[in-house]
DNA sequence: CAGTGGCGTTAAGGTCGCGTCAAAAGGACG
DNA sequence: CGTCCTTTTGACGCGACCTTAACGCCACTG
């Protein structure tokens, strides 16, 4: 049985989380606070940990930093919205993948399963997994946040790199405008909000297109976007 | 096989961090105090020694001078956050490099790798080799505490030399304000801290630039900063 | 085939991160 | 107590970035 550590001192929110992990199968731990959870990651044997960056008390890159030190459990950090210079430094430190706070129950699970396939099999270093990611001509290294198209590097914003991120991260499958408002933005979609497809435009111009003269990123009228290999 | 020596007298620490390295292909001895030190050194036949220069009960910069008195092995001290006097009195007794704590396995391998890289092949005196770090003109004398631009000296203040310290310790890679204010400064990030930007700009008027007149240290808006080679 | 609504794209406006200068605040030393 | 050096704080301005608005196109619908 796969066991998830959740470190967050909002015991409403874990509570609940809790609750919804464990019917979908995965046996629970909880830490409210940063000192707590250094012995639970042990006397829980945990498989993953889900972190809260952003504790009222306590500094998450701190805790993070810690379990790095003493464990290589696999961390997923929860972030809060667009802190981009939260989201490397804790890659950095060794975390596993991030996610924008508020999410839901069912993106997180889908996060967590993604990163115990990507763990358990192969053993691989998790550093090596989150590092750089290659589809193509396309390539992005999410500790430097560089993006690269057929190796000549591709100058990005900030949203625009986080939503080339969300994407890459899930090549061939369609992300909803939602999704990337909130992971690329840190904002849930509004209605009459734009500022996704601006984004878009924009990365689809920076970053180049196939021989055919097809973008790389296709819409998909009333779904969203999708990142196709080619 | 190369062997390290761990000194520290926490030994929860020293077990895991023993773990880590020997997944890594190392070779690992542990001693819990300076006394049981200077036997390993010899009957272990370490090639690099990682001290802890806190350790509660002793002191590790005495540890340390007793090693270099018997021994020329390199040393690579752990040091609390922004202990400057510290540091310095460390590598003025031979340490060939420090390391902030609490760090992450994977960099203290890094490090580990980085001194054997320049102590092993030449076969060169340690003394020679001690903290010195070159990337394109640049280069730093962590000994010395001194800076140069294509072989001239740089006068650099105290905080402005850890700053670009931990830049160059982390060439290509975005550091946060939070991390430079934390390993330069000694203090955590406050909200409308503008310290860094002010030292930053100083050490970029200080350093030269590359011939295109853009600086080593370029911003990452919302990011941090990075010392790119050229 | 006209209508509607989703989407691409450009341009304009406002916000805010950052560079830099200047003055204030510490601190070491005589 | 005064001087010099380092560090921090305040302030100003620029420019990058995000957003909003507007226009036009095209797919789908009745």
Redesign the interface.
Known sequence: MTTILLIDDDTELTGLLGEYLEQEGFRVAIAADGERAFGRIVDARADIVVLDIMMPKV?G??VL??I?????VPVLMLTARGD???R??GL???ADDYLAKPCSPAELTARIRAILRRTQPGGEPT?EATGVQREGPLAIDR???VATWADTPVVL??VEFNILDVLIAQVGKPVSRAELSQQGLGRPLASYDRAVDVHVSSIRQKIGTFDDGRSPIQSLRGIGYVLVKE
Do not use: H, K, M, V
């Open positions: 500094d890159l701190q930093r810690r790095r030190s003493e464990s290589s981009e210079a939260d490397i430094a950095d430190l060794g550093s500790a430097r946040r914003t900030g």
